[in-house]
């Protein structure tokens, strides 16, 4: 089965520290793309990060790394610096390749990240 | 540039009253569509797709349908509400037609928050 888990519920950084968000993915298929929005309370999804199966290297958007490793099946999401603005929830999501023409995105339940001042 | 536009952003609606939730989409030709609903501080869940005009997948059973009557038009309906289906509802579109657009990821519409009484 195809399934994306994130373990922490919730979660607390301050602010100018780098904190790691959790993600390991289910997927039998050996193609497949990860991605990480950012949900604020607004509830708009704002795409973050992408990484694809065969990319050797991890993926990096400004302060977002993603922390692959194909071997243990997780994609975490690393942001540096964290700022207040980043408080939000956040969601790792999966396309597997095996969907067809579809593109259904698989996400997580999500770990919400409170930055403290 | 392609946008997505949903609407209303709130909605209060009474108990086994109608629905209808509209998403347009521009700058794009033949997108996959696609709705999902979260419920208060959860993940997402797929309840439609759509690759083509007319053509419409259901991902759960529930009480809300969906139609695809213009390429760039996708409209979420039901015909008596029940309060469980209160929750916020996105609308995305996406151009992932097969495993070689893996990273096209999605484009989310801003949401509707729906409250049934």
């Known amino acids: 089965a195809q399934k994306i888990t994130q373990t922490q519920p919730g979660m607390f950084v301050q602010e100018k520290e780098a904190v790691t968000l959790d993600c390991t993915y289910d997927?039998?298929?050996?193609?497949?793309?990860l991605f990480w929005y950012k949900q604020p309370s607004s509830g708009e999804m704002i795409f973050l990060i992408y990484?694809?199966?065969?990319?050797?290297q991890n993926a990096t958007e400004g302060r977002y790394s993603l922390n692959f490793q194909k071997a243990r099946k997780s994609a975490n999401l690393v942001i540096s610096a964290s700022q207040l603005g980043d408080s939000a929830m956040y969601f790792c999501?999966?396309?597997?390749?095996?969907?067809?023409?579809?593109?259904?995105?698989?996400f997580g339940q999500g770990t919400t990240l409170q930055v403290k001042p | 540039s392609q946008t997505i536009h949903q609407w209303p952003a709130t909605l209060v609606q009474p108990v086994g009253s109608p629905l209808s939730l509209e998403c347009t989409v521009e700058?794009?030709?033949?997108?996959?569509l696609y709705w999902y609903r979260q419920a208060a501080g959860r993940g997402l869940q797929l309840l439609f797709y759509?690759?083509?005009?007319?053509?419409i997948s259901s991902e759960v059973p529930q009480n809300l349908s969906a139609s695809r009557p213009q390429d760039r038009q996708f409209i979420l309906s039901s015909k008596k509400l029940l309060l469980s289906d209160s929750g916020f509802y996105l609308c995305?579109?996406?151009?992932?037609?097969?495993?070689?657009?893996?990273?096209?990821?999605?484009?989310f519409g801003s949401g509707t928050r729906l409250t049934v009484v």
């Open positions: 700058g794009t030709s033949n997108p996959n």
């Open positions: 999501a999966m396309i597997p390749a095996g969907s067809g023409n579809t593109g259904k995105l698989i």
């Open positions: 997927t039998s298929d050996p193609s497949y793309g």
């Open positions: 990484q694809g199966s065969y990319d050797q």
């Open positions: 995305a579109w996406s151009g992932y037609y097969n495993s070689d657009d893996i990273n096209y990821g999605y484009t």
């Open positions: 759509s690759v083509g005009i007319g053509q």
